[in-house]
C-alpha cells in the first residue's frame, strides 16, 4: 500500500536498497577473504619455507626466492620420514578401528539400556580427567615387560585409553537420534537385537560414526605426549619426527616445514571425505525427516 | 492366520501397572480395534503381543502356540508403528523386502513378493526411492507394504493413521478396510480415535487405565455400553449425562434430574425398579434429542425445555449447546431448526435411547 500512498518514494528507496544490497556482499567477501587469508597464511608461510633454498629461509620476504626441492627430497628420500609417516597410518587406523568396534557397542548400551546410570558413562572419562603424565610411568614399565615398547601397538593402546571414551561419549548422542520404532521394527521383521543393531541402527548412524572416525584419527594423529615416551625411536609418529627437526645446531626450517606439510595433508582430505558426513552428524537431524 | 488370546495378562512398569489382568480372544480373521485415552495400555498391549515388551504375568498366545516368552522375530507378526520405521538407509524396494531378506527366503521369492505388494499398495513407481524423499501417505504405504510381504500371522497396527492429513486418513482408512477383507488376516489395530475404531473394527475393546472395559461390535459399544466411561467414549459429540434420581409414580417410573423429569418406557420400568429413590446417571446421547418440528415419529418422547447457549452448524446437521437449569447438555438436530441463541425451546427426548448407570459402579442398569 506504500506505493499508492508515497509513490515518489518507491524508485529512490529501490535504488538505495539495491546498492545497500550490493555493498553487503562486497564487505561480506571481503571479511570471508580476510579470515580465509589469516587462516590459510602459516601454512602459506610453511609452504613458501618449504620451497627456500636453505640460505634463504632467515631472510624476511616471503616470496623473493628461487623455489627448491631439496627440502622435499632430503625429507622424503634421505630419511626415514616416510616410515614415522607410515607408523602414525597404522597407530591412527589402529586406533580408530578399535575405538569404533568398542566404542559403537558401548554407546549403543549408555543410549538404550541407561547401563551403569550417569555414574558409569562419567567414569569411563575418568582417564582423561587425570593429566597423561600420571599414566606415562605406568604405560612405560607395561611395554617394556610385555615387550612392546617402541612398538605402534604400545602407542595404539595408549591412544585408545582416551580416544575410545571420547568416541562412545560423542556416539551417545548419535544412537540417542536413532528412533526406537526402527530396531523395535526390525526385530519384527525377524532380526535378533544385536542384528538390529548391525542392520539397521549402525548403518542408520554412518554420518556419526564417520565423523567420531575422523575425530579419533585427528586425536591419535597429533598425539604427541605418550608418542615420545612409548615409541620414541623405530617407531616414531610424526608429531615427534617434526620436533626432532628441532636440533642442537638448531631448527631446520625448511625440513620442518615439509614435515608439518606432510602431516597436515593427509587430514585435510580426509575431513574433505567425511565433511558431508561430519555436517550432517554435528548438524543433527540426519535421522528425522 | 491365526486367533490370538490374552489370559489374565498384567504388564508392570516399575510401579506403573499399564495392563492389568487382560484377557482377550480374538478370533482368526477378526478386525479388532484397541480404543482408548492416551496410556490407556492399550499399545503396550500391542507391544507385549509384538514380544516388544515382557509380560509380567499371564500367557498369551497366538494360534495354539504359547508365544509368551518367544522374541518378536520368531512370533511370526508384522507391526506398523506410528512413525512408520522405514529404515532410512534403504530405498523402499530394501525396506520391504528386508524382512524377506532376514528369513533367508530364496532372491527371486523376494522380487515375486514384494512386487505384488507394491502392486497391491500401488507403490511400484517408488520402488528406489529413499524414505526421506517421499510423502507421508507414501510412507504410511511403504509401512504397509513391508507388513503383508511377509504373510504374518497376525497383522499390528499403532495408531497408523495419526501422522496422515484428515483427508488422506479417510482414504487410507478404507484402504485398510478392504486390504483387511482382501487379506482375511488377523489385524489388531491400536488408535485412540473412536471414529477409526468404530469404522474399522469387527469388534472395538475399549480400555481405560489398563483395564479392559468392554469387547463388542462397533454397534452394540454404541447401542449398549457397559459402563459410564464407554458410553462417553464412543460416540461424537459424546452421550449427555445427567444425575438423577429414579421415582415412582404408580406404575410407572420417571427420571428426575432436578431440571427435568422423563419417564421411563413401560418395557424398561420392570429392569430398573430395584433402584427407585437410589442415585443414578441419566444418559442419552445428541443424536436422541430431536427438535419436535423435525422430528420422526417416536414410540416414547419426553418433552424437555432447555435455553440455547451455543449453536454450531456443522453443515449436515446442527449442535445446540443447552442448559436446564444448570445442567448442560448437547442436541444433534435437524439444521433447518428455528432455535437461536439465548431463546428457551422445547426438545424431545427419544426415550427407548435412553441410558442409566448406577452412580456408584458406574455400570449400566440392564
Keep these: ?289 | 492366520m491365526a486367533s490370538v488370546t490374552f489370559e489374565h495378562v498384567t504388564k508392570k512398569f516399575e510401579n506403573v501397572i499399564a495392563v492389568k489382568d487382560l484377557t482377550l480372544h480374538i478370533p482368526d480373521g477378526e478386525f479388532l480395534v484397541l480404543v482408548g485415552p492416551s496410556g490407556c495400555g492399550k499399545t503396550t498391549t500391542l507391544r507385549l503381543l509384538a514380544g516388544l515388551e515382557e509380560v509380567t504375568h499371564g500367557r498369551i498366545y497366538i494360534g495354539d502356540r504359547d508365544v509368551t516368552d518367544i522374541p518378536p522375530k520368531d512370533r511370526n507378526v508384522a507391526m506398523v508403528f506410528q512413525s512408520y520405521a522405514l529404515y532410512p538407509h534403504m530405498n523402499v524396494y530394501d525396506n520391504i523386502a528386508f524382512g524377506l531378506r532376514m528369513r533367508k527366503v530364496p532372491k527371486l521369492e523376494i522380487e515375486r513378493r514384494v512386487l505384488e505388494a507394491a502392486r497391491m499398495l500401488e507403490i511400484e513407481h517408488i520402488l528406489y526411492r529413499r524414505p526421506r524423499e517421499l510423502s507421508g501417505g507414501q510412507r504410511q504405504r511403504v509401512a504397509v507394504a513391508r507388513a503383508i510381504v511377509r504373510d504374518p500371522a497376525v497383522f499390528l497396527f499403532d495408531e497408523p493413521l495419526s501422522n496422515l492429513d484428515a483427508k488422506l486418513r479417510v482414504q487410507t482408512r478404507a484402504e485398510l478396510i478392504k486390504l483387511h477383507q482382501r487379506l482375511g488376516t488377523t489385524f489388531v489395530y491400536v488408535t485412540h480415535d473412536q471414529v477409526e475404531a468404530m469404522t474399522m473394527g469387527t469388534r472395538i475393546a475399549v480400555m481405560k487405565d489398563g483395564v479392559l472395559q468392554q469387547v463388542d461390535t462397533p454397534q452394540n459399544i454404541y447401542e449398549r455400553p457397559d459402563n459410564l466411561f464407554v458410553a462417553g467414549f464412543i460416540g461424537s459429540p459424546p452421550m449427555n449425562f445427567f444425575e438423577a434420581r429414579l421415582m415412582p409414580e404408580g406404575e410407572s417410573l420417571w427420571v428426575d434430574t432436578g431440571a427435568f423429569r422423563v419417564p421411563v418406557p413401560p418395557d424398561r420400568v420392570p429392569i430398573y425398579r430395584s433402584y427407585v429413590g437410589r442415585r443414578v446417571i441419566f444418559g442419552l446421547r445428541p443424536e436422541h434429542i430431536y427438535d419436535p418440528d423435525f422430528s420422526p415419529p417416536l414410540n416414547h418422547p419426553a418433552e424437555v425445555q432447555a435455553r440455547v447457549d451455543v449453536k454450531e452448524l456443522m453443515g449436515s446437521e446442527i449442535h445446540l449447546h443447552l442448559v436446564a437449569d444448570r445442567q448442560t447438555f448437547v442436541a444433534r438436530v435437524d439444521p433447518r431448526t428455528r432455535a437461536s441463541v439465548g431463546k428457551t425451546i422445547r426438545l424431545l427426548f427419544d426415550m427407548d435411547h435412553m441410558h442409566l448407570f448406577d452412580a456408584e459402579t458406574e455400570r449400566a442398569i440392564r
Excluded at chain 1, 23 to 36: A, E, Q
Aim: aromatic content about 16%; charged content about 10%; hydrophobic content about 55%.
Design chain 1, 1 to 289: 500500500m506504500t506505493v499508492f500512498n508515497r509513490p515518489w518514494a518507491t524508485p529512490l528507496l529501490t535504488q538505495w536498497a539495491l546498492t545497500r544490497r550490493r555493498l553487503g556482499i562486497w564487505i561480506r567477501l571481503s571479511l570471508l577473504g580476510f579470515s580465509t587469508f589469516v587462516v590459510l597464511f602459516p601454512f602459506i608461510w610453511v609452504l613458501a619455507a618449504s620451497l627456500k633454498p636453505p640460505m634463504e629461509l632467515n631472510r624476511p620476504s616471503l616470496w623473493g626466492f628461487t623455489p627448491t626441492a631439496t627440502n622435499w627430497v632430503e625429507v622424503w628420500l634421505r630419511s626415514p620420514f616416510a616410515r614415522y609417516f607410515l607408523n602414525s597410518i597404522v597407530v591412527g587406523v589402529l586406533t580408530v578401528t578399535v575405538s569404533l568396534l568398542v566404542g559403537a557397542p558401548a554407546a549403543y548400551a549408555f543410549s538404550r539400556f541407561r547401563t551403569g546410570g550417569t555414574w558409569l558413562r562419567f567414569l569411563i572419562l575418568a582417564a582423561q580427567m587425570l593429566p597423561p603424565a600420571l599414566f606415562i610411568i605406568p604405560f612405560f614399565l607395561m611395554a617394556y615387560y610385555t615387550g612392546l615398547l617402541d612398538t605402534v601397538w604400545a602407542l595404539a593402546m595408549a591412544h585408545l585409553t582416551f580416544i575410545a571414551p571420547l568416541v562412545t561419549w560423542f556416539l551417545i548422542g548419535f544412537f540417542e537420534d536413532v528412533p526406537r520404532d526402527l530396531e523395535e521394527q526390525a526385530m519384527v521383521d525377524g532380526c535378533t537385537r544385536w542384528q538390529a543393531f548391525l542392520h539397521v541402527v549402525l548403518p542408520a548412524t554412518r554420518p556419526g560414526l564417520g565423523a567420531a572416525g575422523l575425530f579419533a584419527f585427528i586425536m591419535s594423529w597429533n598425539e604427541m605426549f605418550y608418542a615420545l615416551m612409548l615409541a620414541g625411536g623405530h617407531s616414531k609418529t610424526l608429531p615427534v619426527a617434526i620436533a626432532g627437526y628441532w636440533t642442537f645446531r638448531g631448527v631446520e626450517l625448511g625440513k620442518m616445514s615439509v614435515a608439518i606439510l606432510s602431516a597436515a595433508i593427509p587430514v585435510l582430505v580426509a575431513s574433505f571425505f567425511v565433511q558431508r558426513f561430519l555436517i550432517r552428524g554435528l548438524g543433527g537431524g540426519a535421522i528425522k525427516g
